[in-house]
């Protein structure tokens, strides 16, 4: 856990550049870091994926999701069907987001390919 994000706080920043806010997240090596990290990781050919504020949107659809399961929990036994639809719901949207993530940080990483291309 990152001693500068609180739960009032959730903003987690580098630990090369605390000044910097993290935007990525390398398989590899299980760690987030900001833009100026980056090179290093794609370097080294590690598998990084881009942090985006689209995740806080996901987390609040599937909490607003769950309230809605547990508001017809407690006025009826939990039908399962509507538990199916609601949880096929949240995995399309949950796909669709994760889809958009990876499409925006394949450009990120191309526009990168070709900067460090050109600095050589």
């Not at 870091?33 to 659809?61: A, G, N, R, W, Y």
């Not at 719901?89 to 460090?116: A, G, P, T």
């Amino acid at each position: 856990m990152d001693p500068n994000a609180t739960p009032s706080n959730p903003i987690k920043f580098c630990e090369i550049h605390p000044s910097k806010k993290v935007k990525f997240y390398c398989k590899n090596d299980k760690q987030m870091f900001c833009s100026k990290c980056i090179l290093k990781h794609t370097e080294m050919k590690h598998e990084v994926i881009q942090i985006s504020p689209k995740i806080d949107e996901m987390k609040k659809m599937i909490e607003e999701m769950v309230l809605e399961v547990e508001k017809h929990d407690q006025s009826i036994s939990v039908n399962e069907e509507l538990y199916n639809k609601l949880e096929m719901k949240v995995r399309k949207k949950f796909n669709e987001e994760v889809d958009k993530l990876e499409k925006s940080f394949r450009r990120i990483m191309d526009q990168l390919e070709i900067q460090h291309q050109n600095l050589f």
